[in-house]
Every structure is written in C-alpha cells, then in structure tokens.
C-alpha cells in the first residue's frame, strides 16, 4: 500500500503522508497525545480570536464513545467502531463579545481540525472525518446548545491493515489519492485562467 | 519579540511559531515556495474529495495584487500592501457531481488553508488571513462565479520588524498570543464538561 501524494514539486512530508482511512489498530491512543493533537487545535488562527470549535471525545469503552457511535450513519458505524478515539467536532455560530452572525466559524473549525490532524500525523496516528452523522442523535447525545452547529465526527488511532475492511471498503483502503491539477485551482488576472 | 505559543504540553514547532504578522518585509517569495504552499493546499482532505476550494494570486506589482488589494477595507489595506503576494480564497457551493448543496464547503476550504499555512510556515513564510474585504469588489474584479463563495484574503511573505508599523498595529504585533483553555473546549459525556 503506498497512499503518499503524487506531488509535482513537493511537500512536507506529514502532510504528504497523511490521509485517511478506515482501517484502525485495536489499541488505545497514550494521554499524552491526545493532549498535544487537542492543544495543536487551540494554537489555530480565527476570526478574531474567537476560537469558535469546540470538541466532545470519547474512547473506546467509555460512555461518550459509545454515544458518538450511536450518531453515525450505519456505513461509517461499520469501520469507525475500530477506531479508539472518535470526537465530534461543533462550531459556534455568533461572536461571544457581541452576538453577531460569525461568517467564518466553519471555515476557522476547519482550520482547528486541520491543525489537530498535523499533530497526529506528526504523533504517528491518522485521522478520518465523517459527514455522515444523525445531527438529532448527537445533539440530544451530549446537550448540545443551539448555538453550536454539530460540524463532523472524527475517528483517530493508529493505522491498521486493509485486511481488516470488507472488501468494498478494501479497495477504496488501497486505491491511489488524486487531486485537481495545480492550474485547475490558482489562478491569476481572473476566475479560471491558471495561475500556474 | 516572542510570539512562540506557550503550550502546557507541547506542539510541532510549525504550529508553535505560526502566528499571523502585519509586518513584512519588501522582499518577493520564491516562485518554488509558492509552487509548494499551493501544493500543500491542494493535498487537503475534503468531503467526497470534492475539493471545493479556488485561489486567486497575487504577486506585488501586477494587476492581479492591484485588483485584490484595492478590495480590502482601509484599516487591512494600510499593512497588506507590504506583503509581497495576497491570495483570495474562494469555495464552491455545491457539489461538482450533483449540484447538491455542499454543507461542508467553507470548513474544508478553512483546512485547505491550514495546508498552504503549514508549508508555508515550513518554507520561512508567515500567513496572515483577513475577513475585511468588499465582497463585490473582489467579485466584479475577478469575474467570480455566483456558485462561489469569496472566504478570505490571505497575506503570504517573510516578516518584517515591527517598527515598520504604526503605533498601534505596532503594539497588536508585539502582544502575546492568547488561547483558550483546553477545558474550556474539549468536553467528555456532555456539552461543556472539562475532558481535562
């Protein structure tokens, strides 16, 4: 299995070499660790300052777990069960200070995520993100306020074989990663012309 | 100056030193750094790999920087016209396949940034993201799509001293990064209880 990006110039190599997948080893992620992939998520930049996420963890055998679990659609229930932490990912919708619309709290809760998958990748773990969910599940789940929009759930933990998957998700385990062209995003002078 | 995160367990030292400057020196990014901060970008996950985030670049000098500068409001403008390259971030609101509402549009463009942001602190670069633009004038000087969301204007380039500013930005530059508490944000069994 070789997942690492087909990079034409080349990059730093956790972000060439993290993607994610589905299978997960049956062990336990070390306290530590979690420590520093949550603290790396708190360093993010936002919009000022408001650090909009929040985030809700449970591991493998405790309540929290059980009740994340219970909130995924039945595909992603089916492989996330092996991951040893899952962790729901909220955003808050409206500035602290004035109780304003904030524009930016998914973009920034983005960011935080992003920030909290370079320290796992960096800590050896991998890091799958999931859109599929009953939002209603997990809000009565954990007492979710209003205020907060539930954003994705993400499996984390130490990779496993794709051996362990069914052969479906096998397949999806070992095929390449592919991206849009260079040109087909940067562009110059205006929308659509290569900046490349 | 030590604007280096004071972390209580400890991140990657890109994340601990990345923080987002108004002062940059009047020096041009190497056009392989840039290849590789938009590489970065590009290897970002996203949801259904739909890949809903476009950049438009800007390099001092030509009109594309012009036209994304003369966008920004006047207090960004002041600082951000000291920065060699600004990068406007788009983000597709639906989804390419199925023309589906794409739920996930800003929060994966945000982690996209979060790639660019990382290499970018890798290659000696500081990022400095701004939500304080005209909508439509970014919209009518790049002919951008209805079906694209404008997130923000981002300043790339090596950091200049903070004399460079005036008193006031000169002090913000100077100040000491502040986070949250990992209590106040990451919960266990329900919404708000510390998982510290």
Chains 1, 2 share one sequence.
Not at 113 to 118: G, I, K, Q, S, W
Request: aromatic fraction near 16%.
């Amino acid at each position: 299995m070789n997942k690492q990006a087909k990079t034409k110039y080349g990059i730093h190599s956790l972000l060439e070499n993290r993607w994610s997948p589905r299978s997960f080893r049956d062990i336990s992620i070390e306290k530590e660790k979690l420590q520093r992939i949550f603290e790396a998520a708190s360093w993010s930049p936002s919009c000022f300052n408001e650090q909009p996420w929040r985030f809700i963890v449970g591991e493998k055998g405790n309540e929290t777990y059980n009740k994340i679990l219970e909130g995924l659609v039945e595909f992603n229930k089916k492989w996330a069960v092996n991951a040893p932490v899952l962790i729901v990912s909220l955003a808050k919708k409206y500035f602290s200070k004035n109780y304003k619309e904030n524009f930016h709290f998914l973009y920034d809760t983005g960011q935080a995520v992003a920030h909290l998958t370079f320290q796992a990748s960096y800590e050896g773990l991998y890091v799958h993100q999931m859109a599929g969910f009953n939002f209603e599940t997990i809000k009565n789940n954990f007492d979710i306020p209003d205020e907060f929009y539930i954003v994705t759930v993400i499996a984390v933990g130490y990779i496993g074989s794709p051996d362990l998957l069914d052969d479906k998700l096998k397949e999806s385990e070992n095929s390449e990663r592919v991206r849009k062209e260079l040109s087909e995003i940067f562009f110059k002078e205006k929308f659509g012309l290569s900046w490349e």
